[in-house]
């Protein structure tokens, strides 16, 4: 298996732009978690799927944060409009479930919003 | 909200010397986790140790866990440059099997 894959690994955008950001969980997993990682603040947790639907979306810091995931092995994470302070890594990650909870991460998306 | 809370947050030593990482967390945990990130790279799962269990090693890995003062700490023995990279520790927050991290022990070993 390839592991977690997200893209883009690199997005630039301005600021008001619609932003779209990508991850396919590994085959099997029933899991899948999108946290933000910034030198502030940290490994935050976004959202947290649990068989394709959303358990807990607590993370998500406002309404121009949105995410989906219409099936087993695609979810996406849109910010709509884009903030400078947006700016952070992003990273989706899978676990396999039950008793095995061990995180499975992807390469994340570096997203810079000028 | 923060979880796990590590300690130190930057280590820095030579080659040969061990590290050691400690992580502290609030609340009743299933397990706690261990992972590593690189620069620039995604959280890598090095352990996992549950709430049952005192001790648990992994090669150069020694994890262990105290319940009773919620606390963990993680020994790389005979650390090599390699093991540069930041460390982090994960509990299920609340025991609900999502991993909630701190914010990372910056670990540079120097050559």
């Known amino acids: 298996d390839a592991g977690v894959i997200q893209s883009p690994r690199h997005e630039v955008t301005e600021m008001g732009q619609e932003v779209t950001l990508r991850c396919k969980p590994i085959?099997?997993?029933?899991?899948l978690f999108w946290y933000r990682q910034t030198m502030m603040r940290g490994l935050e947790l976004l959202i947290y799927?649990?068989?394709?639907?959303?358990?807990?979306d607590s993370g998500m810091p406002e309404d121009r944060f949105s995410a989906k995931m219409p099936n087993a092995s695609f979810s996406t994470l849109k910010i709509q409009p884009s903030e400078p302070r947006d700016s952070a890594v992003y990273f989706c990650?899978?676990?396999?479930?039950?008793?095995?909870?061990?995180?499975?991460f992807g390469q994340g998306t570096r997203l810079t919003v000028v | 909200s923060q979880q796990g809370e590590e300690d130190p947050q930057a280590l820095s030593i030579q080659e040969g010397e061990n590290a050691t990482m400690n992580c502290s967390y609030k609340?009743?945990?299933?397990?706690l986790q261990w992972y590593r990130q690189n620069s620039g790279r995604g959280l890598v799962h090095l352990i996992l140790?549950?709430?049952?269990?005192r001790e648990k090693h992994s090669g150069r890995l020694r994890v262990t866990l105290d319940t009773s003062k919620k606390s963990s700490s993680l020994l790389i023995t005979a650390s090599r440059a390699a093991d540069t990279a930041s460390y982090f520790c994960?509990?299920?927050?609340?025991?609900?099997?999502?991993?909630?991290f701190g914010r990372g022990t910056s670990l540079i070993v120097h050559p």
């Open positions: 990650a899978s676990t396999p479930g039950g008793l095995r909870t061990e995180a499975f």
């Open positions: 799927f649990n068989n394709n639907v959303p358990i807990d």
């Open positions: 085959s099997g997993h029933n899991s």
């Open positions: 994960a509990t299920d927050l609340g025991g609900s099997y999502i991993p909630t």
């Open positions: 140790i549950r709430s049952n269990e």
């Open positions: 609340t009743s945990i299933n397990n």
